[in-house]
C-alpha cells in the first residue's frame, strides 16, 4: 500500500538556521510527491510538488528532491525565517482519488 | 480566482442541533473533497466527489452528509453530532479526481466545535 513517514516533530530552530525535515514513501508505481504547509489557524497550502523521479521542486527558498533510489522526498532550506514557523506535511498521489499525508512536523522559528 | 472558500470559519453547535457547512470554488475543478483533522494530526479523506457525484465515502457515519449542489458548491449537513466530532473540516478541489499531480487547493477549514 501508499504511505508517507515524516520526520518526528517538533523541531525548533534559530532565525537563519539551515532546515531539513525527512519524508520517505512507499507506494505502488510512480507517485507524484507534495510539501503542504499549515500555519496556525489556517488550511493547508501546497509549497511544492514533484511529478517524476529526480525533479526538484522549490518555492519561498524550500526545496525538494525526488530520489527514487531512496524513496525519499526531504524538505530543506537554507536559512529559515520566524514566518516559516508551521506545521509541514509530506504528501504523496498515486494519481488516484486522495493524498497519502505523513503526520506532520511542526517547527518553530525562534528570532 | 485560485481560491476555495469555507464558510463559517467557526462554528459551535449542540448534539441536537443541525447545521451545514459550505465550500466554493471558481476555478472549474471538477473533484471536491471534504476532509477532516482533528489537532497535531494529518487530514483524513471523508468524501470525494468527482464531476458532482459522490465516487469516495470513507465509512464516515450518516451523521455527516455530504451534497454537492452543482460543479462549484460542496455542502457538509451535520446532525446529531458527538463532541469527538469537534475538528477542522477542510474542503478541497483538485482539476480532476483521476489527475491531481497539480496537488489541491485547499480552503482555510471550518473549526467546528460539539458541545
Known amino acids: 500500500g501508499n504511505s508517507v513517514t515524516q520526520m518526528e516533530g517538533p523541531v525548533t530552530l534559530s532565525e537563519e538556521a539551515f532546515l531539513t525535515i525527512n519524508c520517505t514513501y512507499t507506494a505502488t508505481g510512480y507517485p507524484s510527491l507534495f510539501w503542504y504547509v499549515q500555519y496556525p489557524g489556517e488550511g493547508l497550502q501546497l509549497l511544492l510538488k514533484?511529478?517524476?523521479?529526480?525533479d526538484k521542486g522549490s518555492n519561498k527558498g524550500f526545496e525538494a528532491t525526488y530520489r527514487k533510489e531512496t524513496t525519499s522526498f526531504h524538505l530543506e532550506k537554507g536559512s529559515v525565517q520566524v514566518s516559516d514557523s508551521a506545521v509541514y506535511f509530506c504528501?504523496?498521489?498515486?494519481?488516484?482519488?486522495?493524498?497519502?499525508f505523513g503526520t506532520g512536523t511542526s517547527l518553530t522559528v525562534i528570532p | 480566482d485560485t481560491e476555495v472558500t469555507q464558510t463559517p470559519k467557526h462554528l459551535v453547535m449542540g448534539m441536537t442541533n443541525k447545521k451545514s457547512l459550505k465550500c466554493e470554488q471558481h476555478?472549474?475543478?471538477?473533484?471536491m473533497y471534504w476532509y477532516k483533522q482533528k489537532a497535531k494530526k494529518p487530514p483524513e479523506l471523508m468524501f470525494v466527489?468527482?464531476?458532482?457525484?459522490?465516487?469516495i465515502n470513507e465509512s464516515v457515519p450518516s451523521r455527516f452528509s455530504p451534497e454537492c449542489p452543482n460543479s462549484s458548491l460542496l455542502n457538509l449537513h451535520l446532525h446529531a453530532l458527538q463532541p469527538e466530532d469537534s475538528a477542522l473540516y477542510l474542503c478541497a478541489s483538485s482539476q480532476e479526481a483521476g489527475t491531481i499531480d497539480y496537488g489541491y487547493t485547499f480552503g482555510s477549514g471550518t473549526r467546528l466545535t460539539v458541545v
Open positions: 476555478m472549474g475543478h471538477r473533484a
Open positions: 504528501a504523496l498521489s498515486d494519481r488516484g482519488n486522495q493524498f497519502y
Open positions: 514533484a511529478t517524476k523521479a529526480d
Open positions: 466527489y468527482s464531476y458532482e457525484k459522490l465516487s
